[in-house]
């Protein structure tokens, strides 16, 4: 019984993640869902991404001269 619930539950993840990652089908006709057509919004989240990774390195910087009291 416990092997079926398990084959189950991984049946279920498996099979299941593929209908819930699946992309609708293009708009009729060929054009594009938005104007202008790259639709990608990468602006925001790469400045995030970058004041996340500066404030990181600062953090570390700050957390290595605390330890030896100077930076190699």
Do not use: E
Not at 17 to 46: K, M, R, Y
Request: net charge positive; charged share 15%; with cysteine.
């Amino acid at each position: 019984m416990k092997i079926l619930k398990r084959t189950l539950v991984l049946s279920l993840i498996l099979f299941g993640s593929q209908v819930l990652l699946s992309a609708p089908p293009p708009p009729p006709g060929g054009s594009p869902g938005c104007w202008p057509p790259p639709c990608v919004p990468i602006d925001g989240g790469i400045t995030f991404l970058i004041a996340a990774g500066a404030a990181y390195g600062a953090k570390k910087l700050v957390d290595a001269r605390k330890k030896n009291k100077s930076i190699i």
